[in-house]
């Protein structure tokens, strides 16, 4: 756990980047510090490996107040992660990810073998460790950042906006594999970001900071989007935030049936058109196979016969959210979105209407915005499916 108590800096001209600062980054949790430019996260995150010392308060690793510890000694058990990786440029890339396990000099062998292991782990080709850091791609310099920060297995790690500069679809990519691989990892991470879906995507809880070193709300990323603390953070989160809730809302909250679904070998007299006609075919095993249009089964025939429309993206009800739902109903040839288990097999059908009301009801439960509170509004919030299938 890192504690931040009432944490001010003011630097030398007088600019305020830290106005009494006090939030917790849970052990094994992803906290991400966001906000305006110039708002204080790369001071608030650089005063925990002590780059920056505060003018005002304390930061604590696990209890233990971070001036105790010699910057040297304190940073070997902190990863650190920062844009455009701010690898060496001579050095190959083993020798980058190498970087930690040399200072403590561990024998080339275990801390190259290291390297290796790691590389992979970052899903870069072993290929690429005899090259230079300008001989690969800025993703793949981003990569070897996070590699050469996990080098010495700390276990706190800082990211100051490590895929920031990288494309979107790059991005995206180094998004989910972090994610992985803290899934694996349980790091203690603060991440700073600019981007509030960046923050959304990858916190477990987020901190908004304001011009003035100010923290406005620091909560989970649903009741962020659900109740930002005040008008600063509604603007910052921007005019859709009702799109994003959805990504919180589990598909499981919508009603799914069984209208319009049968067997492939339905015969043609015992399809009852139903109100628009769609009908969802499934084989022995509830495996969806395809949409029939109205009309579309040849008199005397079975469902089977009719020219079959693919089911198009699919949502899993266990785990995907109902955004994921939405999607899959808008792209759906019957406007219905198809709900399966993970097997791939049919739990039921939602129209836009099903999902709807169960977007309306998941928003009636979010209760009206509690007054500016840097501390997390609750504990016992559930966390509800993030990421899941493509929206
Ligand atoms: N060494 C310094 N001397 C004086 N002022 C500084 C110094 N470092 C940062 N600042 C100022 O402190 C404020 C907070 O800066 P900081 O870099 O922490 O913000 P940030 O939220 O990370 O911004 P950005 O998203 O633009 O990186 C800014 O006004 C900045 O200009």
């Given amino acids: 756990m890192i504690t931040f108590e009432g944490v001010s800096k003011t630097y030398p001209d007088g600019t305020v980047a830290l106005d009494d600062v ?11 510090f966001v906000g305006t430019s110039g708002g ?21 690793i696990d209890g233990a107040d971070v001036r105790d510890s010699r910057p040297a000694e304190l940073r ?6 920062i844009q455009h990786a701010g690898l060496f440029p001579h ?15 561990w024998n080339k062998k275990k801390a190259r073998d290291t390297a290796r292991e790691l590389m992979e782990r970052v899903g870069l080709d072993a290929s690429m460790a005899k090259r230079y850091p300008f001989q690969l791609s800025g993703g793949q310099q981003q990569r ?4 050469r920060a996990l080098a010495a297995d700390p276990p706190v790690m800082l990211m100051d906006e490590p895929f920031s500069a990288v494309d979107p679809v790059v991005r995206a990519e180094l998004q989910d594999e972090f994610l992985r691989l803290q899934a ?23 901190a908004v900071f304001k011009t003035g070193g100010k923290l406005v709300q620091f909560d989970t990323p649903e009741n962020v989007l659900a109740r930002p603390a005040d008008d600063f953070v509604a603007e910052f989160i921007g005019y859709d935030r009702g799109i994003r809730r959805l990504w919180f809302i589990p598909a499981s909250e919508a009603p799914l049936s069984d209208r319009g679904v049968l067997p492939a070998d339905t015969p043609a007299d015992r399809i009852r058109a139903d109100d628009d006609g769609w009908t969802l075919a499934v084989d022995g095993s509830r495996r969806p196979l395809g949409w029939a249009a109205p009309g579309a089964v040849p008199s005397g025939g079975t469902l089977a016969d009719a020219p079959l429309k693919p ?15 939405l999607n899959a109903a808008i792209l759906s040839p019957s406007g219905r979105a198809v709900g399966v288990d993970d097997d791939g097999r049919l739990v039921g059908v939602a129209d836009q209407h099903d999902l709807s009301a169960a977007i309306t ?5 979010a209760e009206p915005a509690p007054a500016v509170d840097a501390k997390p509004a609750s504990d016992d919030v559930e966390p509800a499916p993030k990421g899941g299938a493509a929206g």
């Fill in 311 to 325: 089911v198009g993206p699919t949502f899993t009800v266990a785990r995907d959210s109902i955004r994921a739902a």
């Fill in 40 to 60: 204080g996260k790369t001071t608030a995150l650089r005063t925990i490996n002590r780059m920056v010392e505060p003018t005002g308060g304390r930061v604590l």
């Fill in 144 to 147: 070897v950042g996070v590699a």
């Fill in 91 to 105: 050095r190959t890339i083993e020798d980058n990810i190498a970087t930690v396990p040399y200072l403590l000099r």
């Fill in 22 to 32: 006090s939030l917790e980054c849970r052990t094994g949790e992803i906290t991400v």
């Fill in 361 to 365: 009801r998941a928003g009636a439960d």
């Fill in 76 to 81: 070997r058990g902190i990863g650190y992660v």
């Fill in 184 to 206: 694996e990892l349980h790091k203690t991470i603060v991440f700073v970001t600019h981007d509030i879906d960046e923050a959304i995507k990858l916190g477990d809880r987020v």
